[in-house]
C-alpha cells in the first residue's frame, strides 16, 4: 500500500442526478473510494449504467459530486476555487470514448492544440508550433495532420488527436473512459499500445475506464469492478482474472465468449439473470443480490463489508472469503469481446 | 448439399450511386447457408458486411441508388431483380432481421405487443386478437419475463435486453426460413449478451431457422456460429468452417485478427498485437488485393492482381496468392 504517496485519491464519493421522476434521485456512483499512484495504470470496469463514466467525469469535474473528497497530491480539490482549482486540475484529463463527437468539426487539428496550449500560456507562434510537432510526434501522427480537419481523419487518428490534446497540457492523470471501443478491431491494439508507450515515456498515470476486460486485463496494474454505483471488487489485475472472489466478477469473466469453438461448444454460460436494475431504485443490501445464483436472505438485509482477501485484493461479498478459497484460474483464455 | 441450400448467394455485387460518389461496397460475393445452420460473416466497419446483407433486401437508405449483379436464391426465389411490393411481402416474412440498435429499430410510439401483432397479420394473415394472443406466446418464447405486462409497455421502458429480446420476437413472428442478426449483440453487455445468444441458439433449434449473424467479435462467432465468412474491404477474404477459420485461419488478414485477441498469456503491461495500418476507404473496386498494404507477406502479384477464392477440401477457401501458390505446390509434391 502506497497510501502516503498516491496520486489522487477518490474518498467515499456520491454523485446523484435528479430523476424523471419526481421528487427522485439516481445515485450513480454511491460511496466509492479508488486511489492511483503516480504512473500507475489502473482499470475501471463495469457495465453500461454502472456509474463507471460517472465517476470519471466527476473526478474531472465534470459533474458535480454530492459529497466525497477528491484529492490530488493530497489536497481536496473541492476546497479550491478559480484560478487554483483550475490550474490544479489540469493534472487531470480525460480522453472520451467517441472521436467523432470529442473534436471541434471546424477546427483544424493544428487549432485545436493551439487552444490548450495558449490554456496553458504558450503564447509564442514559434513555441506552439515546437510543441505542436512534439506532440503529434508522441501520438505517432505525421505533422501535416496539423492543418487537417477531423473529418480527413480515419476514427484511429482522431482519437490519437483526443489524446494528443489531453497531454499538450503535460497532465498526470488521464482519464480514459473507453479509448478504443468505438474504433475497429485492427485498430484497437494500436491504440492500445500508444497508451502503453505513452505511460512508459511519460510517466502517465491512467485510469482505464472499460467494459472490455480482456483489454484491461493486459493494459492495467491494478483493477477496480463497478456494479449500480458501487465499487464490488478490486485486485491487482492478474490476481483478479485468476482469483475473481465476487459473485459479479465471475459472471462477467464467465460471459465472455472463447474464440475457441471446441471450448464454445461445451461451455455453460454462467446462471446470471436479467439486465442491471435501474439506479432509481437500487434493490436493498447487497445491489447484485437481484441477480446472484448465490443471493441469500442475509443479502436482502445488509450491505455486503468491503472485506480483505489478500493484502491487495477486496471483495464487497458476505461469500467472498469462500470464493476466494475455491477461485481457480479462469478456464479459457479471453477474446477481445466487442 | 445444394438441395438443402435456404439461401445461395453467387459472384453478387453491389453498386451504390449516391449524388456524390459511385462505390461498390461488395464485389463478387458467394457463400451458401443451409436450413437451420447459422454463418457468420466477420469484417470491420466499411468492409461491406452490412450492405451484403440489407440491399437485396431492399434495405438501404433513401436517396442511395442500389445495383445488384449476380445472383442471390433464397428458397427457390431470385432475390435479384424483384420488385419492391414482392421484396416487402418477403422481409418480415420468410426472412426476419435484427438490427444492432434495438432502440432505433422500435418504433418508440407503439406498444411492445402492437408491434409483434403487426408482423403477424401482415404475414400470417391473423385478426388482431389472434395476432395478440401470438405476440404473448413470442414474448414468451423469447423468454421475456413477466409477457402479459410487456406486451402494454413502450420500448422505451424497457431495457437494452429486453428490447434485444422484443425486437427478436418480432423477427421470428411470422417463423422465418432465414434470420439476418446485424451486431445483434454489439449494444449490449457481455452478461445479456451471454443471454442472448443462448437464446437464438435455442430458437434456431426449435424453429429450424436458418442464421446469418454479422459481427466482428470472434467470441461470438466461436459461440453460434458453423462457418464463418471473412470479409475484407468488399470481398471475401476467407470462406470456410468455424474450426477452420478460428482454429487454423490461412489468410493473412484472418490470421493477424485471431493473433490479435489478447489471451490470458499475455503479461499485463505486455504490447497488444494489431495489424499495422488502416483498413481501406470504399472507393472503386481495386485491381489487387486490398489488403496488400497491411499484409506481412505480400508480393508482386498482390498489387496488380486481384486474388481468387480458392481451397481445397477439408481446408477453408481463401483470396490470397501467397496461401494458393504454396499450396498447389504442396500439392503437386503429394
Redesign the interface.
Known amino acids: 500500500m502506497r497510501e502516503a504517496g498516491d496520486l489522487l485519491r477518490v474518498e467515499n464519493l456520491v454523485t446523484r442526478f435528479k430523476s424523471v421522476e419526481r421528487g427522485k434521485w439516481v445515485t450513480a456512483v454511491d460511496d466509492v473510494s479508488i486511489r492511483l499512484a503516480p504512473g500507475e495504470m489502473v482499470g475501471l470496469v463495469g457495465e453500461s449504467g454502472c456509474g463507471k463514466s460517472t465517476l470519471g467525469r466527476s473526478i474531472v469535474g465534470l459533474e458535480r459530486p454530492q459529497s466525497g473528497r477528491i484529492l490530488l497530491d493530497g489536497v481536496d480539490l473541492s476546497s479550491l476555487r478559480g484560478r487554483e482549482l483550475r490550474e490544479k486540475r489540469r493534472a487531470i484529463q480525460y480522453v472520451f470514448q467517441d472521436p467523432y463527437a470529442s473534436l471541434n468539426d471546424r477546427q483544424t487539428i493544428g487549432e485545436t492544440l493551439t487552444e490548450a496550449l495558449i490554456i496553458i500560456g504558450v503564447k509564442d507562434r514559434e513555441a506552439q508550433r515546437r510543441r505542436i510537432h512534439t506532440l503529434l510526434d508522441q501520438v505517432g501522427l505525421p505533422d501535416a495532420l496539423a492543418e487537417r480537419y477531423p473529418r480527413e481523419l480515419s476514427g484511429g487518428q482522431r482519437q490519437r488527436v483526443a489524446i494528443a490534446r489531453s497531454l499538450a497540457v503535460e497532465p498526470r492523470v488521464l482519464i480514459c473512459d473507453e479509448p478504443v471501443s468505438a474504433l475497429d478491431l485492427s485498430i484497437r491494439a494500436q491504440v492500445m499500445n500508444l497508451f502503453l508507450t505513452l505511460h512508459k515515456d511519460l510517466g502517465v498515470a491512467c485510469l482505464f475506464i472499460a467494459h472490455d476486460l480482456a483489454l484491461v486485463r493486459q493494459a492495467t496494474s491494478r483493477t477496480y469492478v463497478m456494479y449500480l454505483g458501487k465499487i464490488v471488487e478490486d485486485a491487482s489485475s492478474a490476481e483478479l482474472y485468476a482469483r475473481p472472489s465476487h459473485p459479479y466478477t465471475q459472471a462477467l469473466l464467465g460471459s465472455i465468449p472463447s474464440a475457441d469453438p471446441r471450448v464454445e461448444a461445451h461451455r455453460e454460460p454462467p446462471p446470471i439473470f436479467g439486465d442491471i436494475p435501474s439506479p432509481t431504485n437500487p434493490p436493498s443490501g447487497c445491489r447484485f443480490r437481484t441477480r446472484c445464483p448465490r443471493a441469500m436472505e442475509v443479502c436482502a438485509s445488509h450491505p455486503p463489508a468491503r472485506l480483505a482477501l489478500a493484502p491487495d485484493h477486496h471483495a464487497s461479498c458476505v461469500i467472498a472469503a469462500e470464493l476466494y478459497a475455491h477461485s481457480h484460474p479462469a478456464p479459457h483464455r479471453l477474446p477481445m469481446p466487442a | 448439399m445444394t438441395s438443402t441450400n435456404i439461401l445461395q448467394v453467387s459472384h453478387l455485387c453491389v453498386d451504390l450511386y449516391t449524388t456524390r460518389a459511385a462505390l461498390r461496397p461488395v464485389d463478387d460475393v458467394s457463400y451458401e447457408v443451409a436450413a437451420g445452420e447459422t454463418l457468420a460473416i466477420v469484417g470491420?466497419?466499411g468492409s461491406g458486411k452490412t450492405v451484403l446483407n440489407f440491399a437485396p433486401l431492399g434495405l438501404m437508405p433513401t436517396g442511395v441508388v442500389t445495383d445488384l449483379s449476380g445472383s442471390i436464391l433464397f428458397d427457390g426465389q431470385q432475390l435479384v431483380g424483384l420488385s419492391e411490393p414482392a421484396l416487402r411481402r418477403i422481409r418480415g416474412g420468410k426472412i426476419g432481421t435484427i438490427f444492432q440498435d434495438p432502440m432505433s429499430a422500435l418504433n418508440p410510439a407503439l406498444r411492445i405487443g402492437r408491434q409483434i401483432a403487426e408482423v403477424a397479420e401482415l404475414h400470417l394473415g391473423m385478426t388482431s386478437s389472434q395476432a395478440e394472443a401470438r405476440a404473448l406466446d413470442l414474448l414468451k418464447l423469447v423468454r421475456m419475463?413477466d409477457p402479459e405486462a410487456r406486451l402494454r409497455q413502450y420500448p422505451h421502458e424497457l431495457?437494452?435486453?429486453?428490447r434485444q429480446r422484443a425486437m427478436i420476437a418480432i423477427a421470428i413472428a411470422a417463423e422465418p426460413k432465414l434470420l439476418i442478426a446485424d451486431?445483434p449483440?454489439?449494444a449490449l453487455?457481455?452478461?445479456?449478451?451471454?443471454?442472448i445468444?443462448?437464446l437464438l441458439k435455442d430458437l434456431q433449434r426449435r424453429l429450424n431457422t436458418a442464421i446469418v449473424l454479422i459481427?466482428?467479435?470472434?467470441?461470438?462467432?466461436?459461440?453460434i456460429a458453423a462457418r464463418v465468412a471473412v470479409m475484407y474491404a468488399g470481398r471475401l477474404a476467407e470462406y470456410g468452417s468455424?474450426?477452420e477459420v478460428?482454429?487454423t485461419p490461412r489468410h493473412p488478414y484472418t490470421s493477424?485478427?485471431?493473433a490479435?485477441?489478447?489471451?490470458?498469456?499475455?503479461?499485463?503491461?505486455?504490447?497488444?498485437?494489431?495489424?499495422?495500418g488502416?483498413?481501406p476507404v470504399l472507393g472503386a473496386p481495386l485491381p489487387g488485393c486490398a489488403f496488400a498494404p497491411?499484409c506481412p507477406q505480400v508480393i508482386d502479384i498482390c498489387a496488380r492482381r486481384y486474388p481468387p477464392l480458392a481451397g481445397g477440401a477439408g481446408t477453408a477457401a481463401v483470396a490470397c496468392h501467397v496461401v494458393n501458390a504454396r499450396q498447389s505446390k504442396e500439392q503437386a509434391h503429394a
Open positions: 470491420e466497419s419475463s431495457s437494452g435486453g429486453l451486431e449483440t454489439t453487455d457481455v452478461t445479456v449478451q451471454a443471454q445468444i443462448g459481427t466482428h467479435d470472434m467470441g461470438v462467432v466461436a459461440s468455424v474450426e478460428l482454429l493477424g485478427l485471431i490479435a485477441l489478447p489471451s490470458v498469456d499475455d503479461a499485463p503491461g505486455s504490447p497488444f498485437r494489431g495489424l499495422p488502416t483498413p497491411r
